[in-house]
């Protein structure tokens, strides 16, 4: 079992840029692979970036390739995300999970673990 709570949110211009941190407790978070996901208003939660337990490969949904960064400190028990260039269409709640397998998937039913989710507003 692993608690995830993120923090980071806010409300900034189009063009600026956040970072997001999800700390973990719990069980060894380096033992579990961990994403990023966002949902709008009125969408679906989907899937913004993941990275391996060893942190050697990460994967970006396209919409946000180029502009936002995944990275985790397991001795910090911390993953992060890293967001510049933001657009409006980036404002939603952000959430950080982990799952147990190996493999690193955008799947959001593989996660087996979320957190609560923070806030990031866009303005134009």
């Known amino acids: 079992q692993v608690q995830l709570a993120e923090s980071g949110g806010g409300l900034v211009q189009a063009g600026g840029s956040l970072r997001l941190s999800c700390a973990a407790s719990g069980r060894t978070f380096s033992s579990y692979v961990s994403g990023w996901f966002r949902q709008a208003p009125g969408k679906e939660r989907e899937f913004v970036a993941a990275i391996t337990r060893i942190g050697g490969s990460t994967v970006y949904a396209d919409s946000v390739k180029g502009r936002f960064t995944i990275w985790r400190d397991d001795a910090k028990n911390t993953l992060y995300l890293q967001m510049n260039s933001l657009k409006p269409e980036d404002t939603a709640v952000y959430y950080c999970?982990?799952?147990?397998?190996?493999?690193?998937?955008?799947?959001?039913?593989?996660?087996?673990?979320w957190g609560q989710g923070t806030q990031v507003t866009v303005s134009s």
């Open positions: 999970a982990a799952r147990a397998g190996a493999l690193v998937t955008r799947t959001l039913s593989s996660y087996d673990y």
